[in-house]
């Protein structure tokens, strides 16, 4: 049974418009989100979380957004950069004291 | 401040071998898990060590063991390996003072089984 779902395999987005990354949980005790960004042959690397406490938190360029009632979170980037093509990865913990709980990933191209 | 270093970076093995990865935690950070991503699964919980101590284990098989040395340095052991244990292997500290809950990932080690 999977509790984080990235529906979306992959994303194609032009250079300078935004790019909005979903993701999907089902186990309501998770309270705090985490985006990783993964290129190819390297580890993930942390890019922003969310606490359930809040709605929103913006950090540059990323912005992620939580629903708790509709169990879902986006991350959102603009303006996206050819750099940003990468894999990301949604992951989700209850409370910081069980191990993240990733989803699939989602491929996003960002062409120039 | 070094990052999480994770040796070897590249190993290929034939079935049936035991293999060990190392796992260097960011200076100061006390838990480390290992996670396996393979194409199309995503990365997957495999355990997570604290204080010398297993805190958490995943749904793999007794195959996949791990230990943490007081140094806070992990390894993880796979025996009789299969094909299907090829993957990559991550490694991540956190600092778990439950005032921040990012893990920071090493490079992995690229494990083939042939």
């Known amino acids: 049974d999977q509790q984080v779902k990235q529906n979306s395999p992959s994303l194609s987005v032009q250079e300078g418009r935004i790019s909005i990354l979903n993701c999907d949980y089902t186990?309501?005790?998770?309270?705090?989100f985490l985006w990783y960004k993964k290129y190819p042959a390297e580890g993930p690397t942390f890019l922003i979380s969310?606490?359930?406490?809040?709605d929103k938190n913006e950090d540059g360029r990323f912005t992620v957004f939580l629903n708790k009632s509709a169990k879902h979170l986006s991350l959102h980037i603009v303006p996206s950069q050819p750099g940003d093509s990468a894999v990301y990865f949604c992951a989700a913990t209850i409370s910081g004291n069980t191990p993240l709980v990733f989803g699939k990933g989602t491929r996003l191209s960002v062409i120039a | 401040k070094a990052g999480v270093t994770q040796t070897p970076r590249y190993l290929i093995k034939t079935r049936g071998q035991q293999v060990t990865l190392s796992c260097s935690p960011i200076?100061?950070?006390?838990?480390v898990s290992w996670y396996q991503q393979t194409p199309g699964q995503g990365l997957q919980f495999l355990f997570e060590?604290?204080?010398?101590?297993?805190?958490n284990k995943g749904n793999f098989p007794g195959r996949f063991s791990g230990r943490q040395f007081s140094n806070s340095r992990s390894e993880m052991n796979v025996s009789t390996l299969e094909l299907g244990d090829s993957a990559l292997y991550l490694c991540?500290?956190?600092?778990?003072?439950?005032?921040?809950?990012?893990?920071?990932f090493g490079q992995g080690t690229r494990l083939t089984v042939v």
């Open positions: 991540a500290s956190s600092l778990v003072d439950g005032t921040g809950t990012e893990a920071f």
């Open positions: 060590y604290f204080s010398e101590t297993q805190r």
């Open positions: 200076s100061g950070h006390r838990s």
């Open positions: 969310i606490s359930s406490i809040k």
């Open positions: 186990n309501s005790m998770f309270d705090y």
